[in-house]
Nanobody
């Protein structure tokens, strides 16, 4: 069983950047698709970005395309989310997730593990 721990959240102003990290332990993330979700109060957890394990192909939700970049370092068992040009609507708790493949991760139906989340707040 893999355990995921996110870090790097904080309070920033619109237009700023943040880099989130997701450190995995318990087993290697190699072989898993990894991704990020965002949740705001009273709403469901929404898909943000995903990265495949062997091709490193990435997929993003439309609202972050061109501003966010997901990457992975399997040697360090870590996944990153570089967030640039942040907007107030990017505010939320960001969760890291692992799944067997990108399709299942995006659907959110076969998640192997969730992190505890890290808060990102973007002020206008």
């Amino acid at each position: 069983q893999v355990q995921l721990v996110e870090s790097g959240g904080g309070l920033v102003q619109a237009g700023d950047s943040l880099r989130l990290s997701c450190a995995a332990s318990g087993r290697s993330i190699s072989g898993s698709a990894m991704g990020w979700f965002r949740q705001t109060p009273g709403k469901a957890r929404d898909f943000v970005a995903a990265i495949a394990w062997h091709t490193s192909n990435a997929l993003y939700t439309n609202s972050v395309e061109g501003r966010f970049t997901i990457s992975r370092d399997d040697a360090k068992n870590t996944v990153f989310l570089q967030m640039n040009s942040l907007k107030p609507e990017d505010t939320g708790i960001y969760y890291c997730a692992a799944a067997p493949n990108v399709a299942k991760l995006v659907a959110g139906t076969s998640i192997d593990a969730w992190g505890q989340g890290t808060q990102v707040t973007v002020s206008s």
